[in-house]
Structures are given as structure tokens and as C-alpha cells.
């Protein structure tokens, strides 16, 4: 009987089939715009694929191309300017191929040493965008749910080794109104309380609103603070907390400092925009996620930290079957010491190959495409008669009204770009001294964009 880990002429067929595919993907800078369906009508058109006998690679293969994969949206697409998109590198895609082909664990230096060297030479340079001192290093993660949760693990744990009446009390933390929605599930994981402080009218978090939040706290609730997260560059709007009074607060109060840049993280490459992040220098910890504005494919997400032992001290695992990674030949950067995760594949090898292969530079150029096409938009915006502008564009972010519209018409006009194969461009929501109202979202990642993309989808507001 055939093994399903044998060497066969289908295998070699099929491995063909799918770097062809692979490298037709790949080469194409204008995907189709793909759009979801209802699970009963996929269900219709393949049918079961898992069953006990198997329906055999080819068949599965031209469903996954022909039906299933055109009911996802690429990421990648220069008019996908929803959410956060994604634009990776054609280097990072191959090289995503080659990690999973490699089948390296990356967790130890003793199963991963080879890639975790190349993860850490990408690691090095996202550590000196930062300006943190010596001695601050990191580790890649899944994303920056996961970079954040492992963050605060390592603060709260830190503030329960300063005193040992901290276990008693259940963990506190602030953060503001704009902060990512990873940042209340990650409390809820941590078992922590979260307060949110009010913004001030450029809708930051400042050491002034930080402070006036801070001494309205009770004994205990003071006592149960340990840990301030301030966000670099909002998923929303682009905005970027006061981090420099924010630091200063928290060293005068003796709490975590912990910065989410996971989306902003990126343009600590550009010059244009770095004395924005003034203060993140000071941080305990960083999140920050190449797979969103440093070009690298799903999942890449790092958390870096200004005192690695303090990680360590949350994170390392024991188990007697590791003792043998304690051997003097294993001995080496474990990435698995310092995030939540055991297992884990080497998501940091695509950015380092990309890195390696570009150069720095080509980043900055990249970042700063995306700040421009920001700036280009807003201009048009105010040029137009039936566009207003909420407020400036802040990082990649833009946000607009089309005057006269409802939510429903901003919800219609989304759905007809998007199922016609023209753009996704997707309606959010904005609150200002209370009142909330929908309005229209840029956010720009993909230096293939073009100005005539931007004035396409404006004229389709009319």
C-alpha cells in the first residue's frame, strides 16, 4: 500500500502544479478581487473533501484554485485599502515557501540555530528603529494579539516580583479609547481590569490625561496598576499617543511602559515621520508587525523588550524533556524563553531573506510611497465638491465623508466595488465630542497603489 509521506510520479506532478501556480500568484500585481460567500453555497459547489478514501490531490487542488480561493479577498490587491492590508514582498512570499519547506521547529537554538541567527538579523534592525537602549532584543511572533499578550505577561509578572502583596491583587491596567481591540482581550485573558482615559482633542493619549486618570484611582486600585499601553500609529485613524509624556508619566509612577505599534511600527523606517514616535525609546515593550507595514507575508507579529530578562523571567518553560536544550552544544538564543509560545515556525525568515535580499533602504522608500499616497488622497479629497475630509491624514490612514450619505449608502456602495472585482473600501465609524457618525477609510500599505487608483475609487463616490 501507498504511504501518503511516499515519492511518487503524482507527487512530482503535483509539486509542479503548485509552484506554477505558486509562481503565477506570485508574478501578478493585479490579483482577482476576490469576494466571500455563504458556507452552504461553498458547500454546494465542492462538496465534501474530506472523506476516507480522499478525493486525490488534482481534484483538490483545481477546487482550492478554480472555486474556493475566489472566495477570499487578496490582501495584496493595489485597491484593497481596507482594514490594515498587506503588501509582501515578492522576495518574503518565496520565502515563506522555502520556511515551510525547510521544516525547521524554531522554538530552540538546538532544532532552529540556522534560522534563528537569520530571524535575529531582522530583529536586530527593528530593535535599532526603536532607539531602545543596549541590551533590548526581541522575538517574532503570530501577530500583535500575541506580542501584546506576551508583553503584559511579562509586565504584570514583573510587577508582582517587586512586591509580594502584588499577588493578591488582580492586575490593572490603562490604556486609551483608540487602542486596539486585541488590548481588552488581552486583558480579558490575563484576568486584568482595563481602563480606558479619555483622549485629548487631537484624540491622543497624553501624560496630562494619563496623569489626571492616575491620581483619581483609590488606594487599591492604584496598588492593582501596573502597566500603560499606548499606541503607535491607531488601526482607525493612524494616530499616535503623546509617547514621550506618556513614558515620563509612567517612570514617575513606576509603571510598564508598553507601546503597540503594530500597524505605525513600520514607519519608524521613514524620516518623514520618525520624530512622531518621540518616546518610544522609553518603552518596556514594544509590539510592532512586520506582516502589516514591513512587507512580510501571514502571520509575523514581534515583541521586543528594553530588559530581556524580565521576559525571560515570565516566559521560559520547564519540562524535563527539555533539559537537553540546557546542553552546552544547544546553547543559543531560544525564542520560546520570551513570548507565549512553545512551538512555533520561523516567521521572522521571510522578512530577513526580503531584508537581505533589498536592503533598508528599499523599505524606507516603500513606507514613505505609502505616507505619500496618504497626503495625494487627502489633497484630492479636498478638492472634490462631495468630499470632505474628517481630519488630517495621520501615518497611512485617511478619513472621509462622502457629504449627504447614510451608513446604508456608504455600506451599498462598498458592496458594489467589491463584488464587481474594483476595490474594497470599507466604512467605519468616528466619535467626536460624542457624536458618532459613519463615514469612508484609506488606509495605504501597498506601494503598488496608484494615484489614478485613488482618483478611480473617489469618482465612483459621485
Known amino acids: 500500500m501507498k504511504s501518503m509521506h511516499s515519492i511518487d510520479i503524482d507527487t512530482v506532478e503535483m509539486t509542479l502544479d503548485i509552484m506554477k501556480y505558486a509562481i503565477n500568484r506570485i508574478s501578478n500585481t493585479s490579483p482577482e478581487m476576490g469576494s466571500p460567500k455563504q458556507e452552504q453555497e461553498l458547500l454546494d459547489m465542492v462538496g465534501e473533501t474530506v472523506t476516507k478514501e480522499g478525493i486525490g490531490g488534482e481534484k483538490a487542488f483545481n477546487l482550492f484554485k478554480d472555486v474556493l480561493v475566489k472566495a477570499t479577498v487578496p490582501v495584496d490587491h493595489p485597491r484593497h485599502l481596507a482594514f490594515v492590508p498587506a503588501a509582501p514582498t515578492r522576495a518574503a512570499v518565496l520565502f515563506d515557501l522555502v520556511t515551510s519547506a525547510a521544516s525547521i521547529h524554531g522554538a530552540y537554538w538546538m532544532t532552529g540555530g540556522g534560522g534563528i541567527f537569520c530571524e535575529n538579523q531582522a530583529m536586530k534592525w527593528l530593535v535599532e528603529l526603536t532607539g531602545l537602549p543596549k541590551g533590548a532584543f526581541g522575538v517574532f511572533t503570530s501577530g500583535g494579539t500575541s506580542a501584546n499578550l506576551s508583553a503584559m505577561i511579562a509586565a504584570r509578572e514583573a510587577w508582582r516580583a517587586k512586591n509580594e502583596d502584588n499577588k493578591a491583587y488582580r492586575a490593572l491596567l490603562i490604556t486609551s ?26 484624540d491622543r493619549l497624553t501624560g496630562k490625561w494619563l496623569q489626571q486618570k492616575i491620581d483619581t484611582l483609590s488606594e487599591i486600585d492604584r496598588k492593582r496598576l501596573f502597566a500603560v499601553v499606548a499606541t503607535g500609529g491607531t488601526t482607525n485613524a493612524g494616530i499616535i499617543d503623546d509617547l514621550d509624556s506618556v513614558a515620563t508619566i509612567c517612570e514617575n509612577e513606576d509603571l510598564w511602559f508598553h507601546v503597540d505599534a503594530a500597524y505605525g511600527g513600520g514607519a519608524l523606517a521613514a524620516p518623514s515621520v520618525r520624530d512622531l514616535f518621540k518616546g518610544i525609546e522609553k518603552a518596556d515593550s514594544i509590539t510592532i508587525d512586520p506582516h502589516k507595514w514591513m512587507f512580510s507575508p501571514y502571520d509575523c507579529g514581534a515583541v521586543i523588550y528594553k530588559n530581556m530578562e524580565l521576559a525571560k523571567n515570565a516566559h521560559s518553560q520547564k519540562g524535563s524533556y527539555l533539559d537537553i536544550f540546557k546542553d552546552k552544544g544547544a546553547q543559543g538564543f531560544n525564542p520560546s524563553d520570551y513570548q507565549i509560545q512553545l512551538t512555533r515556525r520561523l516567521r521572522g525568515l521571510p522578512l530577513w531573506f526580503s531584508l537581505a535580499m ?31 475630509l474628517v481630519r488630517e491624514p495621520s501615518l497611512s490612514c485617511v478619513l472621509f465623508k462622502r457629504k449627504g450619505w447614510d451608513a446604508e449608502a456608504y455600506r451599498d456602495w462598498t458592496y458594489t466595488n467589491h463584488q464587481s472585482g474594483f476595490a474594497l473600501v470599507t466604512p467605519t465609524k468616528w466619535t467626536k465630542k460624542g457624536k458618532t457618525e459613519t463615514i469612508s477609510r484609506f488606509c495605504f500599505i501597498n506601494p503598488d497603489t496608484t494615484e489614478e487608483d485613488i482618483q478611480e475609487i473617489l469618482a465612483s463616490m459621485v
Not at 358 to 387: C, V
Open 177 to 202: 479609547k483608540g487602542a486596539h481591540s486585541s488590548i481588552k482581550s488581552m486583558a480579558k485573558v490575563i484576568d486584568a481590569d482595563l481602563i480606558l482615559v479619555d483622549d485629548d482633542d487631537d
Open 358 to 388: 533589498h536592503g533598508t533602504e528599499k523599505y524606507t522608500e516603500a513606507i514613505e510611497r505609502g505616507l505619500y499616497l496618504a497626503k495625494y488622497a487627502g489633497e484630492q479629497i479636498e478638492k472634490a465638491e462631495h468630499l470632505e
